[in-house]
């Protein structure tokens, strides 16, 4: 049974075609599916954060429909994910727990705190930007249930990023301190969200195979060389700097050369001592018991539709 689901799976992979829930995979391929699929959700629904904390206080009644809408489409896709995680066999309930009991990670960029009205600019243009790059390879992943699930997930993020350069658009040709506002943004969001990409290749033990299994498309360093390239030319439109003197056009190679990236920051905040690893985490425990009562109502509710259904 083994030996005829391995060839079948194998050839799905060497025809560049999909894998879909009932198909034989090895448990390795279901593992690292879990893993990358859940820690995604996780940072869908973790990401809500800083935005959230930013709609009470957004400047007008159109930033706040706005930022509301696009705080409410992470929560969306937070559940698409957690939807094609679950096709693998492992229950919502169980990865949201392995998130509150800190055993899942969730994307290092949510661990910095949003202290300006700018910072919403930044999240969208280079947080969203940054997903946005990583995540259109995403689309072709073999697994049919999370590629299908990113074709939406990035056409929301689109507009995100949009919106995001439209904030800094308008910061940036506003008053002297509302350009620096901007700039400042742009200076802590920039270096964060070129880590999105994930450690350097030769750090990156998953890549290799997630790229041999066609889940990965690119390796980080790829895309994160794709991202760079993309936001010099939009930052000078933006008339705002990129925080990084080695930034240089290079004939040679035909993309932008950057200076090197704190990795060993990285590291610290992935290991939970980002600057807002601690205040995430509570606030999400926090949201989860009080969610309780909701939980508890919808299965009270789903008992007493299928009682009436089985009479
Ligand atoms: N943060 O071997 P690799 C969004 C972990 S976008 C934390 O290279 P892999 C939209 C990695 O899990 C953000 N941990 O791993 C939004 C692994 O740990 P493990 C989410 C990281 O999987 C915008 C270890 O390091 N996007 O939410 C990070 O091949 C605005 C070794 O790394 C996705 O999740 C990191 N940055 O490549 C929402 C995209 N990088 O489990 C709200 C899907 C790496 O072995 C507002 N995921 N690690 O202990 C992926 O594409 C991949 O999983 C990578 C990492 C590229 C993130």
Redesign the pocket.
Known sequence: QDRAGQEHFDRIIAEDSRVEPRDWMPEAYRK?LV???S??AH??II??Q??GNWISRAPSLKRKAILMA?VQD?AG?GLYLYSAAETLGTPRHVLNQQLLDGRA??????NYPARTWADMGA??WL??G??IA??VP?CRASYGPYGRAMVRICKE?SF?QRQGWEILYELSHGTPAQKQMAQDAVNRFYGPSL?????PDE?????KQ?MAWNI?RFS?DE?RQRFVDMIVEQAEALDLTLPDPDLKWNEDRGHYDYGPLDWDE?KA??SGKGPCSVQRMQRRRQAHEDGAWVREAAAAYARKTAAERAS
Do not use: C, W
């Open positions: 690292t893993r990358q699929v820690q995604h940072s869908e990401g809500m800083p935005e696009k992470e896709h990670k969730y994307s290092s960029i949510f999240i969208g947080v969203d940054a997903a990583n995540q995403l993020e995100h880590q999105m990409f994930g450690p750090d990156s033990p998953n890549s997630s990965k980080n895309l990285f905040v992935v």
